[in-house]
């Protein structure tokens, strides 16, 4: 088995009531037994979260893949413990496969190449293994958010900064008008492939429950990426995001 599941583990706050929902499941990968052991046991401590499985390296295989494609993670955590910019050429394939789940990076090393390297894989958030469990969990907190805390990594780098901000005008000057096409659709398209699965089923007049058993996911899930939706598209509610998504092209009317 590629990595360790453990039992469903539901960790609730002293003001949360025993049967309170799971708000996300995280994903945990690092080679460093100790260092994996002290990932498991803040996410264990942390009100609302739940272990999803951990594994010693990121998946390489189809067998891999499928394995942490079940696992249904929101976030997986993943620790870099070789220097440069290589060491994160499997996240920016898992970012390619797994859009609907947030990567973030723990570096043993970290430095200005390998910064820019996550923010071109799609990394949400860049720390050093050096991080303290409480700043570590206000992190994974804003990634749930769908916020991605390695932009403010980067506003407080200069170097990368200007790197990133050279690759976008190189890429504006060769592409033109179907730049500035591709950045608006970035902006009104926020959505990953699952959420946009589940809005066309919203948009199809399915419930929650419905939705889960059609997908084979649990209806918490569900429920969960609905929240993502709500934020993510600033709609009130399940027919205002389809309202929302209709408008901007995002899905199509059900036939």
Do not use: C
């Not at 440069?84 to 050429?89: D, K, S, V």
């Amino acid at each position: 088995m590629y990595f360790s599941a453990p039992q469903r583990l539901y960790i609730v706050s002293p003001s949360m009531g025993r049967d309170t929902a799971i708000v996300a499941e995280v994903f945990i990968v690092d080679d460093q037994p100790l260092f994996l052991q002290g990932l498991r046991a803040l996410v264990h401590a942390a009100p609302g979260l739940e272990l999803a499985g951990e594994a010693s390296h990121l998946p390489a295989t189809d067998e891999e893949r499928s394995a942490l494609a079940d696992a249904e993670a929101q976030v997986l955590v993943f620790g870099v413990n070789s220097a440069g910019q290589e060491a994160l050429r499997p996240a920016r394939l898992l970012r390619q496969q797994f859009q609907g789940t947030a990567l973030v990076a723990l570096a043993a090393h970290p430095d200005s190449d390998q910064l820019f390297a996550a923010i071109k894989a799609g990394v949400a958030a860049y720390l050093p293994k050096s991080v303290t469990g409480t700043e570590f969990l206000s992190t994974l907190s804003q990634v749930l958010d769908g916020e991605y805390p390695i932009n403010e990594a980067m506003a407080i780098n200069p170097n990368v900064a200007t790197r990133v901000l050279r690759q976008f005008q190189d890429l504006s000057a060769t592409l033109g008008n179907e730049m500035e096409a591709l950045v608006e659709q970035a902006l009104v398209s926020p959505l990953s492939t699952r959420e946009l699965e589940i809005l066309r089923n919203i948009a199809s007049g399915l419930s929650n429950k419905q939705i889960a058993q059609r997908l084979g996911i649990s209806e918490q899930t569900i429920k969960n990426h609905v929240t993502s939706i709500l934020h993510k598209l600033d709609a009130n509610d399940r027919t205002h995001a389809v309202v929302l998504a209709l408008r901007h092209g995002l899905i199509a009317i059900p036939q």
